[in-house]
Structures are given as C-alpha cells and as structure tokens.
C-alpha cells in the first residue's frame, strides 16, 4: 500500500514578474478624431485597454478599432472578428441575446466595430475593456476581445461582446480607436500591460 505525501510550494513570484497589471499611458479625448496607441512591443504578453466614460460626438455611431504593423503609419491589419450581445430597453419593454453577425469581419481590413448604434446623449457613455494578447509575436496571429457597456442612441443598454485575431505573423505595434462617423467627443483610454 503507497501513502501520499503532501508537498507544500511556497512560491509568490516577484513583484511585476506573473499577472500583475502595469500602468503604461492615458490619453484623455476632447473632440478627437481618434486615439491612438504605439510602441506596443514584447515588454508584455497582454496589453489591455480600458475605456472610461467614452463619449461620441456624433449620434448613433459606433466605437472601433484597428491595429497597425508598421508603427502607426497604417492601421489596416487584416482580422476576423465576432460579436454578440445582451440588451434591455430603457422602457422595460424588450430584452434578450443577439449575434451582431452584420458587424462581423471575414478577413477585413477595415476599423472594427468594438460597439454599436451609441448615443451622444450626456447620460450614455462607453465604459468596458479591450486585451489584445501576444502582439509582438511573429509566430502567431494576435488574439484580441473586449466587453464594453454602453447606451445606444434608442435608449437601450447593451452589453457587447466582441472577439478576433489579427490574421498577421507580424508584429502588432500600435493601436487605434475612433467612431465609425464624427469624433470622441470626451473620454480616457488607459493601456496597461499584464506581465
């Protein structure tokens, strides 16, 4: 008969070394045409975006982006992306689940839809989250999602999902977000990287 023996690991990895999230850069929006990050590079695994209080200037638009492989001179990364939602009205009159399938991308280049059909009302911001995972790989296409809360120009709330790769062995080395029509009017986007 074998008897077990327990072993006890005690082991925190250093600070900075395994799944902490560091501060990088904030841009703050004031009637801006986009945001746009560079300089991603290999110091992280995970780049993670935070969006806060996003506000468009225009009405029923939507929020996208895209990412560059020549440090921002061109953001046209080819990508395949999908989404979906849930939504419930401001009246409490319809709710539920849909796949957003005319805003998917099949190896498109153009800007993708993060979010959609959001208000420029003062009481209907974009908040949530982007990762974009890997970026600095030239082995692999980068894998990127978001979850973002925001209030369509209809007063509904929807909660979106959205997720893809960048179908390029290149480098992904900056990044940008701007609506599909009229500027951010206000707004921060934080970038942090996870180590």
């Known amino acids: 008969m074998s008897t077990y023996n327990a072993i006890k690991?005690?082991?925190?990895?250093?600070?900075?070394?395994?799944?902490?999230?560091i501060f990088i850069s904030e841009q703050t929006a004031s009637a801006s045409s986009s945001i746009s990050f560079t300089?991603?590079?290999?110091?992280?695994?995970?780049?993670?975006?935070?969006f806060i209080d996003i506000h468009p200037a225009t009405d029923n638009v939507?929020?996208?982006?895209?990412?560059?492989?020549?440090?921002?001179?061109?953001?046209n990364v080819t990508k395949t992306t999908t989404l979906f939602s849930a939504?419930?009205?401001?009246?409490?009159?319809n709710n539920g689940v849909t796949y957003a399938g005319s805003l998917d991308t099949a190896q498109g280049t153009g800007h993708q839809v993060i979010t959609w059909q959001v208000g420029n009302?003062?009481?209907h911001p974009i908040n949530g989250e982007l990762f974009l995972f890997n970026p600095s790989s030239t082995t692999f296409v980068k894998h990127f999602m978001s979850?973002?809360?925001?209030?369509?120009?209809?007063?509904?709330?929807?909660?979106?999902?959205?997720?893809g790769y960048f179908n390029t062995?290149?480098?992904?080395?900056?990044?940008?977000?701007?609506m599909s029509s009229g500027n951010i009017d206000d707004g921060i986007i934080q970038l942090y990287g996870i180590a």
């Open 9 to 21: 690991y005690d082991f925190a990895p250093p600070a900075g070394t395994f799944g902490d999230m």
């Open 39 to 50: 300089g991603i590079d290999s110091t992280y695994r995970t780049y993670y975006f935070k």
């Open 62 to 75: 939507n929020l996208t982006f895209n990412g560059s492989s020549d440090g921002g001179s061109n953001y």
């Open 87 to 93: 939504f419930h009205s401001e009246a409490d009159d």
């Open 121 to 123: 009302d003062n009481d």
């Open 147 to 163: 979850r973002v809360s925001a209030t369509t120009y209809h007063n509904y709330e929807r909660d979106a999902f959205m997720a």
């Open 169 to 178: 062995t290149s480098a992904v080395d900056a990044v940008q977000f701007k």
